[in-house]
């Protein structure tokens, strides 16, 4: 084959490939080596030169500079392919450890190479540069709606071509349930991961995030698009039923209205692309009660009990309407938990009433108890909103003396008995801790506050090695602290294991 034709392979390839000419000759240059040192019966190393105007090409065996290891026979690992720093200076002073000696040698007719073994380096050249290109063009496109046809289906994973670029996979727990789908569809999904792995990149498209249904929403609503409509968040029960919380930037819009479209054809839109999945749209509100009220449409709730410290709150609905605000395997109360963040616990009208009766009566036993006053005085003061001596204790004295059926002495007498309980307490708790001193290294642990550290020795974790060996979830049991505090105390503690 005539040197000529060499221009010609690389130029054709490069052109119907879109690889780069460059990559191309170092994968014939790779070829050519490679049958030339098929001449040798021993490992030598070889070394072709293509010049890129006139597809001539030289050959030249080299050998490597190196330092002598005593592990071989004459220190050399290789020697029909390298030699000793001393021996190679001879021949060029300037060496250096990791340069080369080079001859010229006869090269191969490239007519008559290993025809097999050039055409698999191209090959792999051009499979190289191919998946390259793909996670060049799809790496920054996390987070962004594909759309592909479904080339097969294997035991539930969806693979899709997309658009001829690119396959990607939609791994059966990223299909919506029960999605029917067959070879030839045309399907939408959001581009959740790109890896790079030994075959090639892996694109990893879901259908049942809840990413998928806000990226729809940002296609089908042009003013979501633009900015003027934001969506806060999405929960979903993929294929079945979804919830949405938006709100407007511009108050003259309504964004529920807009989302729902003329006649219901944006969020039908939406929902065709889902196998029929029902959409909620919820507005948005900065108050959590009400947002929590407005996700659990369509119910109506009559009352709403919130807990800040557990982050849940009991939500009350009519009697009648219970199963409703529930939901099908309570799917509803699910969806709207997820997509306000609070833990909701859902009772009937009647059911919350006998909650807040029990919850009374316990606060009034325990105001009679602490304070030493009989049932009239504790249930008008749990009434007013006042359900333990800490409530009392820190109120100001002119409020607890503007119910109506106190005066300032009676407010002054309950609020001194208060005090006086919560200083009991006070002393009882510090008496507690002093019975039981934490280690030094505990109390001297950075991130460590003195009474963190008498608490967590009164309950058995007296030292840093005591701390190390407790869990995130067992730690927050026994002491009160949040998830992200017990964790960083937790961590800090397995220092000196890691330092070990």
């Known amino acids: 084959m005539a040197n000529k034709e060499i221009l010609m392979i690389v130029d054709v390839v490069s052109n119907e490939k879109e690889i780069e000419q460059s990559v191309l000759f170092d994968a014939l240059e790779a070829a050519l080596a490679m049958a030339t040192k098929k001449k040798y019966a021993k490992d030598v190393d070889v070394r072709v030169s293509i010049d890129t105007e006139t597809g001539d090409y030289e050959s030249f065996r080299r050998w490597e500079a190196v330092e002598a290891d005593e592990g071989f026979e004459g220190g ?17 002073a300037d060496i250096a450890i990791g340069e080369f000696i080079e001859e010229p040698i006869d090269s191969v007719e490239f007519g008559r190479i290993g025809a097999q073994a050039a055409k698999q380096v191209i090959v792999q050249k051009v499979r190289e ?23 097969r289906i294997e035991r539930g994973n969806v693979f899709l071509d997309l658009e001829g670029a690119a396959e990607a ?20 999904g ?3 991961e790109v890896e790079e792995v030994v075959r090639g990149p892996q694109l990893t498209v ?15 609503v042009p003013e979501v698009g633009d900015g003027l409509i934001e969506i806060l968040g999405a929960a979903r029960d993929p294929g079945s039923r979804a919830k949405i919380a938006v709100r407007t930037r511009d108050q003259r819009l309504d964004p529920v209205g807009a989302c729902v479209g003329m006649r219901g054809s944006r969020v039908q839109a939406v929902s065709n692309e889902l196998a029929g999945e029902r959409v909620d749209i919820i507005l948005w509100d900065d108050n959590d009660a009400q947002f929590v009220i407005n996700a659990m449409s369509p119910a109506e709730v009559v009352g709403i009990v919130l807990d800040e410290d557990k982050h849940s709150m009991d939500v009350s609905v009519k009697d009648e309407t219970l199963s409703q605000a529930i939901g099908r395997g309570g799917q509803n109360v699910r969806l709207a938990s997820d997509l306000t963040g609070w833990t909701l616990n859902v009772m009937s009208e009647t059911q919350a009433e006998e909650q807040a009766e029990t919850q ?24 007013e909103g006042y359900t333990s001596i800490d409530d009392i204790g820190l109120v100001a004295l002119e409020e607890l003396a503007a ?19 919560l200083l009991i307490k006070a002393i009882a708790s510090e008496e507690v801790l002093e019975e039981h001193e934490p280690a030094k290294d ?27 060996e407790q869990a995130v979830d067992e730690l927050i049991e026994i002491i009160d602290v949040d998830e992200e505090k017990a964790g960083a105390l937790i961590l800090k503690a397995r220092e000196p294991w890691f330092a070990e």
């Open 76 to 92: 050399i690992e290789r020697p029909d392919a390298q030699l000793l720093l001393a021996d190679a200076q001879k021949k060029n």
């Open 129 to 151: 540069a191919e998946r390259k290109k793909v996670y060049e063009l799809y790496k920054d496109k996390v987070g962004d709606l594909v759309t592909g046809v479904i080339k």
């Open 169 to 188: 996979i939609i791994p059966r727990g990223e299909m919506i349930p029960r999605e029917p789908v067959r070879v030839g569809d045309r399907i939408r």
């Open 190 to 192: 959001y581009l959740k």
């Open 206 to 220: 879901t259908r049942s995030a809840p990413a998928l249904l806000i990226a729809l929403f940002e296609l089908e």
């Open 360 to 383: 009374d009566g316990e606060h009034v036993q325990q105001i009679m108890e602490d304070i030493d006053v009989d049932e009239d005085v504790a249930l008008i003061l749990v009434q």
């Open 403 to 421: 119910i109506e059926e106190f005066d300032e002495d009676i407010a002054g007498e309950i609020q001194q008995r208060a005090n006086d309980a």
């Open 442 to 468: 505990l109390l001297e642990m950075e991130g460590m506050e003195r009474e963190l550290a008498y608490q967590l020795a009164s309950k058995g974790v007296v030292t840093m090695e005591d701390l190390a």
